[in-house]
């Protein structure tokens, strides 16, 4: 059974910035892709950014030039560096993995931007 935890979040005034952490139970690389979503209250769910097996990354376009997923294989983890945070990043972040059996959810870690 795959488990990712995630961890990093919290309360961080506007401007300032934050790192999500997605420890996976198993070789990263087993995995088709990773990414993280958010959802903020009232909103659904949508992709924050991907990282293709292959290294290749994807982001949405609200958060480009702003936040940077990267991974790290030999701790089995994914990270999302979150730089100028606005409120409007204000959300429960999840992270995400993916093979051909299926899909691999945690259980999410609040990220607060005061307005």
């Known amino acids: 059974q795959v488990q990712l935890v995630e961890s990093g979040g919290g309360l961080v005034p506007a401007g300032g910035s934050l790192r999500l952490s997605c420890a996976a139970s198993?070789?990263?690389?087993?995995?088709?892709?990773m990414g993280w979503y958010r959802q903020a209250p009232g909103k659904q769910r949508e992709l924050v950014a991907v990282i293709i097996g292959g290294g290749s990354t994807n982001y949405a376009d609200s958060v480009k030039g702003r936040f940077t997923i990267s991974r790290d294989s030999a701790k089995n983890t994914v990270y999302l560096q979150m730089s100028s945070l606005k409120p409007e990043d204000t959300a429960v972040y999840y992270c995400?993995?993916?093979?051909?059996?299926?899909?691999?959810w945690g259980q999410g870690t609040q990220v607060t931007v005061p307005s």
């Open positions: 995400n993995a993916y093979d051909f059996v299926g899909d691999y």
């Open positions: 198993r070789n990263i690389f087993t995995f088709n892709a």
